[in-house]
């Protein structure tokens, strides 16, 4: 996860071809954010995912042999974490809401966030100034997952949807019917 984190920044940079479209930059950062928020969390002990149709067959074949459980699980997202105390992962699945897997996992993100600023804040083992600025910084992200319309968190995916699949923020690129062409070749 983190290797990919990297990559995805690493590799974020304008295009020669079409210098003022940002659409793809956009893509490779949002991705990088993704990854990234999904690799701070995983450090933290817990995690996101999305079990699809297949993966949740072989679960519950691999599950039914060991006797692990006898309800199937059902496809969705579910939060894990791991205890290193227990040494154990416990995992459910996560709120049901409507959206897809990353506006869901924002919507987490954004809850696991406010948590762990008020947790912060609660704890009283380490110095109460260290644990205002902590708080703040987590709380300026926080904002700024929620800017615009978009209380649950998830702006960094709305961005991405516009620019994905609505050809909207960054495109630079003129067009004639539905045919994309570079600036250099505008008729």
């Known amino acids: 996860m983190i290797p990919r984190r990297y990559e995805s920044i690493g590799q974020a940079t304008k295009s020669k071809t079409f210098p003022r479209s940002t659409a793809w930059v956009l893509i490779q950062s949002y991705y990088a954010a993704f990854f990234a928020a999904h690799a701070a ?4 002990g817990t995690g ?13 074949k691999i599950a039914k042999l060991y006797g692990a ?10 939060v894990f974490t791991f205890s290193g105390t227990k040494r154990e992962i416990q995992w459910h699945r996560a709120d049901s809401s409507s959206g897809g897997v990353h506006e869901n996992f924002w919507s987490f993100f954004k809850r696991y966030i406010d948590g762990l600023s008020e947790d912060i804040l609660k704890n009283k083992t380490t110095a109460t100034a260290d644990n205002q600025q902590v708080s703040t910084r987590l709380s300026e992200l926080v904002d700024n997952l929620c800017y615009e319309t978009c209380a649950k968190g998830n702006w960094l995916s709305v ?15 003129r067009t ?3 045919i994309h062409l570079p600036p250099s070749r505008r008729v």
């Not at 969390?41 to 933290?44: F, G, K, S, Y």
């Not at 199937?72 to 579910?78: A, H, K, L, S, Y």
């Not at 961005?159 to 690129?173: C, E, F, P, T």
């Open 41 to 44: 969390l995983r450090m933290l």
């Open 48 to 60: 996101f995912i999305n079990i699809g149709k297949a993966q949740a067959a072989s679960l519950n």
């Open 69 to 78: 459980w006898h309800a199937d699980i059902e496809p969705g997202n579910f």
């Open 159 to 173: 961005v991405r949807n516009r620019v994905n699949y609505k050809m909207s923020l960054g495109h630079g690129i």
């Open 176 to 178: 004639r019917g539905n």
